[in-house]
């Protein structure tokens, strides 16, 4: 099991996690042989023949957001991949009212909860997978401040570990651009909570998204009315859990 993990946010009012999960080799370099072509195809190459980077920021013409429908396309034609994202609320009375010991530095209480809703957005949806391998955007916010230790000692320190390798990648490189999938998809709900003003390419995307998987809205005004056994089941390839923040929980 390959997981990529990302995060995107507009604002402190709200913490939103991705994760792109590939159960099979087979799907992992069909995605990411597809992609290529996909590129190719567009001409989305630099002048020394590297691929470029799609992204949800980066969606701001006509043809990065064909480029970036076309790769929505892909992964909802993937035969096994799925992605899962949450939602928290996220402010700076939350945080101080995170873990039960006094005196915990902010940046710490941000690890708390990063690594929290973290292994819990992955531990909740690969159920008996052990040594897969996590790989995270290394331009995140999740990074330092005890994030990687407790990430690694949540799901990667031992034998029965869920991951044998934890780690961070360039989503520029080539070798990882399958990650830029789990931006655009992340994107989307981003989007659906702050949309651009004056009809950007991007809402057009995320209204792309909304109508390749039949999904209403990306708001937890529908996501909560299901249950996380009736969202996997109705939405499979694509769905999203709205939790709160974890007040009672320590380092």
Same mark, same amino acid.
Request: hydrophobic letters at 35%.
């Given at each position: 099991?390959?997981?990529?993990?990302?995060?995107?946010?507009a604002s402190k009012a709200k913490l939103m996690l991705g994760a792109?999960?590939? !159960?099979?080799?087979?799907?992992?370099?069909?995605?990411?042989?597809?992609? &290529?072509?996909? &590129?190719?195809?567009?001409?989305?190459? =630099?002048?020394?023949?590297?691929?470029?980077?799609?992204?949800?920021?980066?969606? =701001?013409t006509l043809k990065k957001l064909k480029i970036a429908q076309e790769t929505i396309d892909l992964f909802f034609?993937?035969?096994?991949?799925?992605?899962?994202?949450?939602?928290? !609320?996220?402010?700076?009375?939350?945080l101080d009212k995170i873990g039960r010991q006094q005196g915990i530095p902010r940046?710490? &209480?941000?690890?708390?909860?990063? =690594?929290?809703? =973290?292994?819990?957005?992955?531990?909740?949806?690969? !159920?008996?997978?052990?040594?897969?391998?996590?790989?995270?955007?290394?331009i995140t916010r999740a990074t330092g401040d005890r994030f990687n230790e407790m990430v690694r000692a949540k799901l990667g320190s031992n034998q029965n570990s869920i991951f044998k390798?934890?780690?961070?990648?360039?989503?520029?490189?080539?070798?990882?651009h399958t990650i830029q999938i789990c931006d655009l998809l992340l994107g989307s709900v981003l989007n659906e909570y702050y949309p651009c003003a004056n009809g950007s390419y991007k809402n057009e995307f995320r209204e792309y998204v909304k109508h390749k998987f039949k999904i209403p809205s990306l708001k937890e005004n529908y996501w909560k009315t299901l249950t996380?056994?009736?969202?996997?089941?109705?939405?499979?390839?694509?769905?999203?859990?709205?939790?709160?923040?974890p007040y009672k929980f320590s380092i």
């Amino acid at each position: 099991m390959l997981v990529y993990f990302d995060e995107s946010y507009a604002s402190k009012a709200k913490l939103m996690l991705g994760a792109l999960f590939i !159960p099979s080799n087979s799907d992992k370099k069909w995605l990411h042989n597809s992609f &290529k072509e996909l &590129k190719i195809k567009h001409n989305f190459i =630099t002048k020394d023949n590297k691929l470029k980077e799609i992204k949800y920021n980066s969606i =701001t013409t006509l043809k990065k957001l064909k480029i970036a429908q076309e790769t929505i396309d892909l992964f909802f034609n993937s035969s096994d991949c799925y992605f899962r994202g949450c939602v928290i !609320p996220y402010s700076e009375d939350q945080l101080d009212k995170i873990g039960r010991q006094q005196g915990i530095p902010r940046k710490i &209480k941000e690890a708390m909860l990063y =690594t929290h809703s =973290t292994v819990r957005l992955i531990q909740n949806n690969i !159920p008996g997978v052990k040594n897969g391998v996590l790989l995270m955007d290394e331009i995140t916010r999740a990074t330092g401040d005890r994030f990687n230790e407790m990430v690694r000692a949540k799901l990667g320190s031992n034998q029965n570990s869920i991951f044998k390798h934890i780690g961070y990648v360039k989503s520029s490189e080539e070798r990882n651009h399958t990650i830029q999938i789990c931006d655009l998809l992340l994107g989307s709900v981003l989007n659906e909570y702050y949309p651009c003003a004056n009809g950007s390419y991007k809402n057009e995307f995320r209204e792309y998204v909304k109508h390749k998987f039949k999904i209403p809205s990306l708001k937890e005004n529908y996501w909560k009315t299901l249950t996380k056994a009736q969202a996997d089941e109705k939405h499979s390839k694509f769905n999203i859990r709205c939790w709160g923040v974890p007040y009672k929980f320590s380092i």
